[in-house]
Structure formats: C-alpha cells, structure tokens
C-alpha cells in the first residue's frame, strides 16, 4: 500500500443537523509506517489495498481490530489510544490523509491542529489552504461545543432547567488545552492558545502570553506576549509582557515574521520584521519593516540609515529609541563596514 | 394605553436575601408598538389601563397569557419566547420602562445592557444614571451567580461536597456571551467582552480585544485591542493588538472617544482624541489630547504644531513619531492652508 | 507551649500517587497565640507538648475536637471553619510552622500563599525559598485539580463518558479567587490574579489587570496592568490598560521595583524604577533602570541628565518624552539646585 502523509483517530462532535464541530484525535500520527498505517483500515468494509482519502464514520468494533492490529506491528502505544477509543458508545472518525493537500473538511482541518500542537511538524509546514472555510464557527461552552446558531436556544434552554451555561468563547479555534498538553509547558490562562500552536518543551506562556494557531516557539522560552499566526521563536527567545509580533492576517506585511534564537523583545514593544539570532528590542519600541533606522557600529559610530526590512534576519542586533534625541538606532557588534554591507546587500 | 420606551420578560437570580443579583431577557424590546406592549399586560391583577413602570415579578401562567396575545399580535419570534419562558418553574421578572430614565432597579439595568448587546440601541444613548448603585457585585461561578458576600461560605462547601466552584469574575458586569450572541459575530475569550457592549456584524475580538459596557463596534471590525466605556469603532476601523482607547472613567479627559471609519491604530498604540475616517495610528505611538503634534501637508512640507485635541475628529491623519528627530508628526492629504485652517478654527 | 508562626487546617487534593496538588485553607492563621494555637493540638496522638512542625493528616473528628477548643479560647471565627471542616469525608490538611523558614512541602507553599491572599502579612515579607521546587505543576479543571502528567488519560476518559473537561490552566499557581476573595475586591477575570496576590480593600482588577503572587495592590487602586512579581501598589496609585511593571523573574534588574502613593503608570506604559508618592509616567513611555532622563525643574528649566535608577524612589516626578525633541524627560516640582542634589546623591 501508499505511504499515508497523516491518520487521525477520534471523536467528534455534531450540531442538531449533523454537521462535525470539531473532532478530538488523543494520537494522532505523521508519516506512519506501511505496517501502522495499514493497522487502521482492513478488517472489514474498509478493506480495499487502497484506502480512501479523507474522512469517514467507523464502528467502535473496528476500532478494536484496529487495536489488534497495532498491537501486533509494535505499536502500543497507539494501540492503547484505539483500545480505549473502542470503549465509545457511537461512531469515531477516522481521518485519513494520503498526502498534504488543500483541506476538505472540517475533521481534516483538525487532524492538522492536531498533528501541529503534537509537535509531530512545525509551524508553516503544511497545506492549511481551506482551513477558515471548513472550521464552523463553534459557541466553546461548559456543555461542549455547540452550534453557533443553536446557542441562544441552549442559553435559555439552561435557564429554564436552572442550570448555567457558559460561553467561553465562539471561535473557529478551540483551547489548545482541552485537546493537546504537550509535556514540559506551562500555560498561565489557557484561553489565550489556540489549537494549532506549537510550543517546544521547556516553554513558559504567562498570562498576558499569546499563541495562535500555526505559530509558536521551539523552547525553551518565556513566552508574555503575542505571537502572531505564522511567526515561530526559536530556542530561548523571550517576548516581554503585551510584546507584538507583526501578523500577515491583518495589519502586517507580507513577509512572515520569524525570531531566531536568544532574542528579547521587551515589555509592550513589537517587531514587524524577522530578527535573527541574539536580538534585543528595548521595552516599548515597536519595529515596522518601514522603521527607519539609524545604524551604529560595535565602536558606538553612527553610520547610515536603512530601512527596518534591509535588516530582516540578521543577527546580534540592539534596537532602541534613543532617549535623548528620539533617534531609532540599530547598535551591533559589528564594524562601519559590515554595518555598510549589510546595509546594501539588500539594494 | 402609552407608548413603552422598553420591555423585558426574563428569569432572575437572587442571593440569599432575596435582591435579584442578575436578570436574562432572551428577547428585550425597544419601543414595542401599542399592541405588543399591551399583550404583556392584562388578563389579571395587573390589568390597568396604564401599566405600572419598573419591575415586577409575574408567574409562569402570565407568560403563557402574554404568549397567547402576542401570538394574536403577530408577533410570532417573542411570542415564542415568552411561551418558553411560560415552562419556568418560579416566577419570572417582567420590566417595563415608559420611558428612557434613571436606573431604579438591577432589573431595569440589566434590561439597558440587554438592549444596547442585542443592537438595539447605539452606545451614548441610553439614561445610565444609577447603573453601578443598582448593579450588585456579583461572584460569576460554575454554579451561577453568587453575591459576593456569600462567596467564602460556598467555596468551602464545593470543597467538602468534593465538588469545585470556580470563579470567573467578581464584577458588577456580566460576560456578555452568557446573555447574548449577536449574529456575525466572533470572540475569541468571552471573558474580555462585558454585557453592554455593542458587537456590529462582521466583528471579530481576538484573545487580546476588550470591550467594555455602553461601547462597541459598529461592524465589521477588528477588534484587539481594548475599547473603553462610552467609545464607539465606525465601520471596518481596526484596533491593533493591545491598542488602547482612553475612557473617561478613569485616567481619561471629558471628551468621549471615538474612531470614524476605516480607521487604524496600531499594535501597542493609543488614542485620547476623537478619530474621523480614515486616519492611522502608528504602531507604538500613543495620542493624547495634549500631544504636541507636527502638522504635515500634502507636499511633505512642515506646518505648524497643534496640540492633537484640536484635531479630534478630523478625517486622514496619519500619526507617527519619526523615527530619526523624534517628533511626533501629524501628515494628512490637505495643503499647507487646509492645514492652517483646520488648526485654528477650534481657537 | 512556644508560639507558632503560622497555622492552616484545610482539604488537600492528591494525584493518584498520593502527592499532594494543592490545598485549601478556608481561615488561615499568622501569629496566633497560644490558646488558639494550642487548640489545634492535643486530644489525640498529636497531643505532645512541642507540636511538630510542618504538615500533618488529621481526622475530622480531630477538627471538631479543635473546633470545640478554639470556642473555649473565645476564637468563634476559627472554631466555626473548623466545625465545618469537621464534616469532610476525608482526612485534613493540618499545617504548622513554627517560624517562617524555607518551604519543605507543597501544603506549606499554599499556607504562604493564602496568607498573603488573606491580606495578614505583606508582599516580601515571607521567607519563599523553595517555592517553586514545591509547587507541582497543575492542570487547572473544571473537574478540580489534576497532575498534569495524569491529564490526557483525564481528557479522554472525559471524552469517552460524553463529558467535557475543560482546562483552564497548567500553571504551579492556582487561580487566587478559587481560594480566597478578600472583601472590597472586584477582579473583571479572575484568571489573572493568582493565589499568594494581595489585593487590599477597594481595589478593582479590570480585565487586563494581572497580579502574579507576592505582589499586590495596597489599596484603594485601579489596576489595568501588570503587577510583577515583588511588586507593590501604593495607595490611590492606578496602573492604566496594558501598563508594565518590570519583575526581577525574567527581563528586570535585581532591584525590586514599587510604587509609592497616588502614582499613575498611562496606558501602555511601563517602569523599571522604583517610583515615590504622586508620580506619573506617561501613557505609552517605558522607563527602565538604564534611560537617560533629562531633568526639568519647577520652573521649566532644563537641568542635568541622570540615568532613571538614579530617580529610584522620588516622588513627584512626570515622566515623559518629549512630543517635538524625542527627548525623555523628568520634571519635577523642584528647583533646579535640589533636582542637582537629588542626581548626585547616588553618586
């Protein structure tokens, strides 16, 4: 049989007219091997050589003899995900993806969040094209996902029975959290990571920290501000508390923002261009690819100017605004020579 | 009988007192025509040619009745509601205000929140005198409301029943997203969204949005950052992330902010005046009325300076501070005399 | 029989190896004397003369025993809780130090932490080492306290059950509200406030205010931004929407930054100084230990330039950034000869 690109098996739930909300995968696998991949199909009505591409309802039942047959190819510990999965009393969704294509439905759009805040592949990797048509606006509620048409009728409905209900968000993104909790992470207020980001071990999200979905940080980091769909920090790289990173959704430019490894950027500041590693912008400055820039170098002499964006991914850079004269300089360790050459190799 | 200025049919919660805590109206009206504001009268005790003003409880049986009439009225969508409402096990609280006056009752300021919520009414246009004195401070919990005072007690009986009360709020306001959802409308944590506030169609808050009672956005909108009590977004104007609009409750001059259309202030960024259309905050800069601003016409040439109150309200700004002097700069499309003019009529 | 320290009898909750994850203390005690801390022994195997000190298991039949003791020693408050906890199904937490020393165990961090929730002693006032070795980190649930290693089994039994558990944080601290709610607080989302915040009476955390442990707010405050780790609130001082206080944790210096009376930090601004009585920093300027600060007398005479930490703890200085130099500056309600006096004395 084909290599399968990913497979998610799990629950999902409904709206009133049957429609999937959302679907909750506790294993779900990249890249599985013949032997694994085969586990999940056979046994049954689904036993073609080729399996299906995408979404189907299976029986509990056959989530049993998909559990068999993990059991069998060595792999205990999604088999024990499957046997556990056999224990439900109604259909599980099975997902199968034969290679990264656009996304075609709703349980698809969630095999991939799953497959990211697994950490089984990085931000910016993989075909997400689709996503916001097949997420279904979803009230999150303290009676699970409901409908976002169906809510003002299950509010009163709860009122009426004496019972509360509570919305704690009506969002195409559920709480990373209630699905995936990655090891070695902290996470102050939950409510403020979506489904689909990626944190690395070792990596600390504050209360004023935010993380959307396909973005996020390798870890370790102390992560107090808000990262943006699509930027990604690398290791030990901290945003101080309410700091920005630039987003391409709106407002930002095109250029996906990325910091590299060791960067601050610090308290209420924000940076709308990919720094490299080892780059430090002072509390409350925000950077913007059209930030004019004034260029010091490692002997504290001023040289050129340059727009922010010539100076996108380099490294060891110290951004400030300069408290006497208001100037934005760039302060680098670097020689008036270097400084001029990075400076134009961009022109 | 006269005309209504508002009515209510909803379910109350009280403390153990026996003062309503909060108020639910599934479907507020706003001036109801002579015959939908008589069917919620009649047919018993309360049968007067004009009808008592402000709050009163009703029995279920009533709102069966009030269904019935409404039902003859034509008002088939509220009708269903109070026929729903007619399944309540306890009695219901009925409001009536005649007309727009002070607060007198929680009842009656919760009916205010619900209209301004469900967009019946713009922000800035109700009497909200007497809201704080007749809006308890209420513990938001798993369990429902609790009066604050009574708080301690059922924390520790949760404990010894084994079971857990969480709390989400200790506030005069409610999550908004518990009473009501207007259609269009995404909040990525309903925490930050308090009942009053006015969500337009088309508009989306993100995690880092904020938006206060009596304030809103007109639709559609983005919405990340915090819109203070008494402000009001005009059409596709977009708050950056963390970009903060200055109340008049607190810090804040007198003049009630307010940003027109299509209208942008940046991540991190701030406003202390009055926004025509089409005008940009920087990322970053904060605008107070008393900023001293640099006046840029269209050519590029400098004009005068201003302080930014004299240009509350104005259309096409653009503000930023340069990067190389420091000097915050207000450029616009005008000519250097449109500039003078504009400057000096408010003198 | 010596004095004690401090005192706590509460419920714990466990992992399902029997370590505990946090406890509740519903009346906890800070210097009792000895009638009242005598009370918590004797009558049973604990009666020796010198109690031991740290934490125990006791029965509930222990608590009423105590219960009956505290009533004769005339201390009804406590001896009510105690009579409360009496009825618990399950042992009790009973918590004993006998001088305030490092932390040995996850039920002594939690005495701290309540202590200074319950307002009876002050932000660094209490010894803390071991704090964070001490804390295990939770999985904050809508089914209580769980391990976070021990979460996805808990997700997906939820899942299988038809049920939802819902996570509301991973974090060592849990939320402060769950635990305690002083009187005269408003908290706009308690998700913010963790246990060990000391938020004094007339205090309002809006939504974007945050308080980490051993930190807080003296009171009356109003607080729209972020209380750091070791830092205190004066009186009347009001922290605007997304304002920064820099911590000694991560990014800070080592000097523990406090505001003193009716200071007010603008929106979207921040310190990493010290301030003294009725300061203010302007909305979106950040001071950190390190800016150069030109120095503007009483009579608006430019004087001297100083580093920010050299202002450390003076009161009556506006800080703000010039709107047409860029220049950062401090003016003072002095004379040029003190403001020179003020600058050098660090000297």
């Known amino acids: 049989m084909t290599e399968l690109f990913a497979i998610g098996l799990g629950l999902s739930s409904y709206n009133t007219a049957g429609d999937v909300l959302e679907t909750f995968y506790p294993t779900p696998l990249l890249g599985p091997d013949a032997a694994i991949g085969g586990a999940f199909l056979g046994g ?35 088999a024990a ?14 997902t199968l993806l034969h290679r ?5 439905h709703t349980a ?12 089984l592949t990085l931000p910016n990797s993989l075909d997400l094209e689709g996503l916001f048509a097949h997420l279904p606006t979803v009230a999150w509620t303290s009676a699970g996902p409901i409908d976002a048409t169906e809510l003002p009728d299950r509010l009163l409905d709860a009122r009426l029975r004496g019972e509360r209900l509570q919305v704690d968000a009506l969002d195409k993104f559920p709480i990373m959290a209630n699905y995936v909790m990655p090891a070695g992470v902290r996470i102050a207020n939950t409510a403020r990571v979506r ?33 943006s769909q699509g ?23 095109k250029e996906v923002v990325s910091l590299g490894e060791r ?29 004019i820039v004034r260029l010091i170098d490692a002997d504290g002499r001023p040289g050129e100017r340059a ?29 008036a020579i270097e400084l001029n050459e990075t400076l134009h190799k961009h022109n």
Chains 1, 2, 3 share one sequence.
């Open 81 to 94: 995900t499957a046997a556990r999965l056999a224990e439900a009393d109604r259909p599980l969704t099975l």
């Open 44 to 78: 049954g009505a689904d036993a073609a050589d080729e399996p299906r591409d995408g979404v189907a309802n299976v029986t509990p039942a056959h989530a049993a003899s998909v559990a068999a047959r993990l059991r069998d190819a060595g792999a205990e510990n999604v």
């Open 231 to 253: 930027v990604i920090l690398g290791a030990h790289t901290d945003l101080g508390g309410g700091a920005s990173t630039m987003g391409t959704l709106s407002g930002g430019g």
């Open 195 to 227: 489904l689909g980001a990626y944190l690395g071990d070792g990596t600390t999200v504050m209360h004023e920290g935010q993380v959307n979905f396909n973005s996020g940080a390798l870890g370790p980091n102390m992560v107090e501000g808000r990262i």
């Open 307 to 335: 727009k922010a964006r010539e100076l996108a991914g380099q490294s060891d850079l110290l951004f400030i605004r300069h408290s006497a004269s208001g100037e934005i300089q760039c302060r680098t360790n670097r020689s």
């Open 263 to 291: 960067c601050l950027v610090g308290a209420n500041g924000g940076t709308g261009i990919p720094l490299g590693d080892r780059c430090t912008i002072e509390a409350g400055l925000y950077i913007t690819a059209g930030t």
């Open 108 to 119: 698809e759009a969630y095999l991939k969040l799953h497959l990211l805040s697994h950490r």
């Open 100 to 104: 990264d294509r656009p996304i075609a």
